[in-house]
């Protein structure tokens, strides 16, 4: 069973009628019990981190997070919060991935970003069989920046990690729910992880 972790932050009906489309059986839950030893988890999200984080503690779902042991997939705010520290609310997060995250700053860009990108530099098995530069779908005003657990790259007003892994933790900062042919294909790949 994939366990979809609900913590007071959006998207994660479009995330199980993804996996609906592909076949594929998730629960929506923020049940301990049922996340710790689901098949895989997938951490989406839509929201601000502060109060993600903050709803995270109360649950005790932080704690639980950080010590699963099998395929974790982290979606937007989920990558974001993933990572070290945000600098929405200044809010420290669950540091899986030792990567800051930062405000998008432009006099030329519209911010947030939203819309499709490309990614590139692919760097784990996350992204097999997809083309390289393989357009995706983003809405977001935070960035992960460049770090030893970047797995592939976009640009928006400047290089950043599209996606990071570190160990059995993935995190892309795309919705691949909504990337049609391409997010199709990276949640099968995660589906697909061992």
């Known amino acids: 069973m994939i366990a979809i972790v609900k ?27 049922v996340i710790r030893t689901a098949d895989k988890v997938i951490f989406p999200g839509v929201g601000h981190a502060q109060s993600a984080m903050q709803y995270l503690k109360e649950k005790g779902l932080d704690k639980l997070i950080i010590s699963l042991q099998q395929p974790v997939l982290g979606i937007c705010l989920g990558l974001q919060l993933m990572c070290k520290h945000s600098e929405e609310g200044d809010t420290t997060c669950l540091g899986i991935f030792d990567t800051q995250v930062k405000l998008f700053s432009s006099p030329a860009l519209k911010v947030p970003q939203i819309g499709w990108n490309n990614i590139y530099n692919y760097k784990s098995e996350l992204f097999n069989e997809l083309s390289e530069q393989a357009f995706v779908y983003t ?34 900062q795309f919705h691949p729910e909504k990337s049609s042919v391409a997010g199709e294909t990276i949640l099968k790949n995660f589906i697909q992880l061992t």
């Open 7 to 33: 913590y007071n932050a959006g998207n994660v009906l479009s995330v199980q009628y993804a996996l609906q489309r592909i076949g594929v059986d998730s629960i929506v839950t923020d049940d301990f019990e």
């Open 139 to 172: 809405v977001h005003s935070y960035y992960a920046t460049i770090s030893e657990h970047t797995t592939a790259t976009t640009d928006y007003i400047l290089p950043f990690s599209a996606a990071l892994q570190k160990n059995n933790f993935y995190a892309v």
